[in-house]
């Protein structure tokens, strides 16, 4: 399948899936509407999502309980007479604990791509992965399906800097990934982690004190003491790097040369960042 016929389809949610032709009443044979047992689904395959908190399922419960469950599943032939799960996991597990005996499903024949795209297009539509799950979804479509970071950027409606980010998380230690994936560490926390060989004390660290995102960056920018005794710089040079990093909220070092010659150096800890000073650049008055 064409990247731009992707595009056309998925950039269109869930509405090109059961919108459509259910508002018409025109439910073809693969998009057949009925209710069915829950004990003849199962979870998807495909589904990124692998962390679902209690406490949610408990309130969607309490709601399913209340006003019934508004929106059907999306699932798939599967053997005999049981379904796959594409879309909607969350929503079967709540129904459970309501002690629902049946829910409503939009049956569709989906092929293993199709049911990769929809179930990380919807997740990542709804914001109900944790970075990790987000990262993995991202990859699973570029390794298997031929996607690019710039089309999938556009795809699912974020920017390549947020794609790239969300990927580099994947490089991180098991252990880390499972602070992100559970809660106790955040994407912002764990993304100057990358790449460091203390990443796993760091990331303890930080949890273990409840260090804030600009602390973390924080450490991850301290350096050795240079071997070489630095010249003192003036008093008007600390000013402007106290002026600029107050401005930018990042390090800024100023380096005179000779004459009026010099060096401005801005550190970054993330890609984030980067393009936020980018745009600050390159902004039009």
Do not use: C
């Not at 018409?24 to 009925?34: K, V």
């Not at 031929?146 to 790239?164: C, N």
């Amino acid at each position: 399948m064409a990247v731009g016929a992707q595009k056309t389809r998925l950039g269109r949610g869930l509405a090109s899936l059961i919108g459509d032709r259910a508002e018409d009443g025109a439910l073809g044979f693969e998009d057949e509407q009925r209710k069915v047992p829950l004990a003849s689904l199962k979870p998807g395959r495909f589904n990124p999502r692998r962390t679902f908190a209690e406490a949610q399922l408990e309130e969607l419960a309490a709601s399913i309980r209340e006003r019934g469950l508004v929106q059907p599943l999306v699932v798939r032939p599967s053997s005999g007479d049981t379904y796959e799960i594409v879309a909607g996991e969350r929503r079967w597990r709540a129904a459970q604990l309501a002690n629902l005996h049946d829910v409503p499903v939009v049956i569709r024949s989906l092929s293993d791509q199709e049911a990769v795209e929809i179930a990380i297009i919807e997740n990542v539509q709804r914001e109900d992965l944790n970075a990790i799950e987000e990262g993995e979804g991202y990859k699973l479509l570029m390794d298997g399906h031929g996607y690019i970071q710039e089309d999938l950027a556009k795809v699912i409606g974020k920017s390549r800097s947020h794609l790239a980010n969300t990927l580099r998380l994947l490089r991180l230690p098991d252990s880390v990934q499972g602070l992100v994936r559970s809660g106790q560490l955040s994407a912002g926390h764990a993304r100057p982690l990358v790449g460091r060989a203390d990443a796993e004390a760091l990331a303890a660290r930080a949890v273990n004190l409840g260090l804030s995102v600009r602390q973390v960056e924080a450490l991850t920018q301290e350096r050795a003491a240079k071997p070489r005794r630095q010249k003192s710089k003036d008093t008007d040079t600390r000013a402007a790097e106290a002026e600029l990093h107050e401005a930018l909220g990042l390090d800024v070092e100023i380096k005179k040369g000779k004459g009026e010659k010099g060096e401005l150096r801005i550190r970054y800890a993330t890609l984030e960042q980067l393009e936020d000073i980018r745009h600050r650049l390159l902004r039009r008055r």
